[in-house]
């Protein structure tokens, strides 16, 4: 048991690659973070850098109604094809997270594929989201096009590429990212 | 002797005219003794004409008036056009008919009773079968036939069908002995001889041989029109005049449509049929086993992902490799009680599977000598064990996945936990008892899976302690439940899971399959 002592690579990092997109849309440091199962499957989540996640900030609403005419809970997919997922490109927004401050966040898909699932637990519990971002608080599981899997991640940063990213944010700002309207 | 009536006369001479071989002309007299056709061509037409003789000198009185009137045109024209005196008919159509019988291709067979009946084409075929090197105690002829042949034994049928039904109201077309039997009657005596094992009606080795007939194919063309229905194109058949396609609307199709479309006897062909390759084939063997798998790095089934391999070897491979060298067979399916990942392992008594071995070249293997082929698969690698190995029925390759859904699993479990465990943990645990949990299709399986929501149960569970953060938990489950998931909880997405249950982070480090209990297949074979 000896070297099971230290601790054990989790189930995120055994099965999953983490990628990253900074400054979502230009915003700052509004880092989405997306865990692409070797299967293809890619879970998004929010990066720990993510304003929502800073300063100990509370969520007071998250809505997976991104229009009038679309909601994500809407989503159904059938079969082992999926038949019927709405397909999403890298800027489709799949929620937007309101907090206590009333300042709103949009949380985008970050890569092209199917929508396979929303978390509907945050919903239920926002809590969820901020104490588990990466694992019980995700946001929505897309699938990629079998023949984009590999390409999907062009536009996006390794875990190294974000970490030095972040700590260059840190450099130039001593303090930790404020959010900006 | 051609055990002929004397009312087939009329049917004899009129094929004969017509242009139909000897056997054919048998055929279609409803000769229904095997002998008959595996004389020599040659001996058949010498009885045939010995046959139409004998009737005419019989005929020849009081009934030469009857005959100018009644014979149709045919006869009639061959008649005018050969020096028929009164005294001399019987001779003058005997030297008319000979020249028929013996060099020119049938008209109804297309020379496949003709030609393909003899010691040499059946050495030929059973050379390819002695070079196939099977292992056989017997073997069932298969003919394929090209399809137009239905077409002329149909126009040969209502050349006929007056005299025939003259013969004998009882009789139909069906009662024509088909070419596919006849050729059979005539070859099979010689195709047992040669390769010294009975042709039977039914047999687990097939030899499958064909002819085809480019010359003629058009024959079939008219009925497209006539009976488009009987003609739908399908994706996987070239034409869509197949044989039974052909028969179908032969069926359908009035005798005035036909005659009107087709001419009645057949044009006669410049060539005759082309023999297709003789195949054969051995019906697949099926054997079956329970399996345990020792290794964390072994796939049950190759991995591969995006056409690469990603791990060598596999459980069917390990399996299948010994198999089909001593079956000598050309391929395997697989199949098993469900199925377990990579890196878990199966002990007890193992996971019941089931292969069959397609084409085997031999297929007899005895109780002594499945055990060996055991211990030969089980000798190769020690990733794997195989017990209980046994041959069965198809039947029993299917139910391999039948109630698949009752069974229980047992399984044994490395359990991580980030926070120190503690005795009253390991109590909670023993004490939860028919846990009914929520299941969505893990994230790992989604990709081919469809995405839903199973209740599984969780029978019992009992926890050991290991070290501070580490214990091994024992778990009785439905069968299916997916129990990394129960551990770790696939973000959530398995509820209740031990994460939850434990309120601690945990994680599942190891985990193998213990025993699949109630699984009626394979019989376990006492201890051998
Ligand atoms: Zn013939």
Redesign the pocket.
């Known amino acids: 048991m000896e070297e099971a002592e230290k601790k054990a690579p989790s189930v995120t990092d055994r099965y999953y690659t983490r990628w990253y997109k900074t400054d979502m849309k230009g915003k700052p440091c509004e880092d989405h973070c997306i865990l692409q199962h070797s299967n293809r499957i890619c879970v998004i989540t929010l990066a720990e850098s993510h304003p929502i996640l800073q300063n100990g900030r509370k969520i007071k609403s998250i809505n997976y109604r991104i229009s009038d005419g679309c909601s994500r809970l809407n989503n159904k997919v059938s079969g082992k094809s999926k038949r019927g997922g709405q397909f999403l490109t890298e800027f489709a927004p799949l929620c937007r997270i309101t907090c206590t401050d009333n300042i709103e966040y949009t949380i985008f898909s970050c890569i092209r594929g199917r929508l396979l699932e929303v978390n509907e637990d945050i919903l239920k519990q926002p809590d969820l989201l901020l104490e588990k971002p990466s694992t019980e608080g995700y946001i929505a599981v897309i699938l990629p096009k079998l023949e984009e899997s590999k390409s999907i991640t062009n536009g996006l940063l390794t875990r190294q590429q974000y970490e030095e990213v972040v700590s260059k944010r840190t450099a130039q700002q001593p303090k930790p990212c404020r959010d900006q309207p | 002797m051609l055990s002929l009536k004397e009312k087939d006369s009329p049917i004899v001479r009129k094929l004969l005219d017509a242009g139909?071989?000897a056997?054919?002309v048998l055929r279609f007299c409803c000769v229904g003794k095997c002998s008959s056709y595996q004389l020599p061509s040659e001996d058949i037409n010498k009885e045939l004409l010995a046959f139409l003789s004998e009737a005419d000198g019989e005929q020849s009185h009081g009934a030469a008036e009857q005959t100018q009137t009644e014979d149709p045109p045919c006869k009639k024209l061959k008649l005018d056009s050969a020096p028929v005196g009164q005294d001399g008919s019987s001779e003058a159509s005997a030297a008319h008919t000979e020249p028929n019988v013996q060099s020119e291709i049938?008209v109804?067979?297309l020379g496949v009773?003709?030609d393909f009946c003899d010691l040499s084409y059946t050495k030929q075929v059973c050379e390819v079968v002695r070079k196939a090197d099977y292992k056989f105690g017997s073997l069932v002829l298969a003919v394929s036939l090209p399809a137009q042949l239905s077409v002329r034994e149909h126009s040969c049928w209502l050349h006929i069908k007056k005299e025939v039904k003259e013969k004998s109201m009882c009789l139909d077309k069906e009662d024509v002995v088909q070419v596919k039997d006849a050729f059979k009657w005539a070859i099979q005596g010689m195709v047992g001889k040669e390769l010294g094992t009975p042709v039977l009606t039914n047999s687990l080795f097939e030899v499958s041989v064909g002819f085809t007939h480019p010359e003629t194919e058009a024959d079939c063309h008219f009925l497209a029109t006539t009976c488009s229905d009987c003609f739908k194109p399908t994706k996987n058949k070239a034409s869509v005049f197949t044989r039974m396609a052909v028969v179908k609307a032969l069926d359908k199709i009035s005798d005035a449509k036909f005659l009107r479309h087709y001419p009645c006897p057949p044009v006669r062909p410049a060539s005759k049929c082309t023999p297709l390759d003789t195949t054969c084939l051995h019906t697949s063997v099926f054997i079956a086993g329970r399996y345990n798998k020792f290794s964390r790095e072994l796939p049950q089934t190759p991995w591969v992902i995006d056409g690469e391999r990603r791990m060598e070897g596999s459980v069917e491979e390990l399996i299948a490799d010994p198999l089909l060298s001593s079956f000598r067979a050309d391929g395997f399916n697989f199949s098993s009680s469900g199925r377990e990942d990579v890196d878990v392992r199966t002990l007890g008594n193992g996971r019941p599977f089931a292969m069959e071995l397609l084409n085997p070249h031999r297929a007899k293997f005895n109780g002594a000598e499945v055990r060996q082929l055991q211990e030969v698969i089980n000798a190769s690698s020690d990733k794997i064990r195989v017990r209980d190995l046994q041959i069965v029925t198809r039947d029993a390759m299917g139910r391999m996945k039948e109630g698949e859904e009752e069974k229980t699993k047992s399984y044994s479990a490395l359990i991580w936990t980030k926070k120190a465990i503690t005795n009253s943990d390991l109590d909670f645990i023993a004490n939860i008892k028919e846990l009914k949990i929520d299941q969505k299709t893990p994230l790992r399986v989604l990709h081919r899976r469809p995405l839903a929501v199973r209740q599984r149960v969780i029978h019992s569970m009992s926890a050991s302690y290991l070290d501070t953060h580490h214990f091994r938990l024992q778990l009785h489950t439905q069968a299916g439940t997916y129990i990394k998931e129960f551990v770790h909880g696939d973000f959530g997405r398995t509820k209740p899971n031990l994460c939850a249950l434990m309120e601690s982070e945990v994680d599942i480090l190891e985990l193998d399959v213990e025993d699949s209990v109630y699984v009626p297949l394979p019989t376990t074979l006492d201890d051998l």
């Open positions: 139909c071989c056997r054919c049938c109804a067979c009773l003709q």
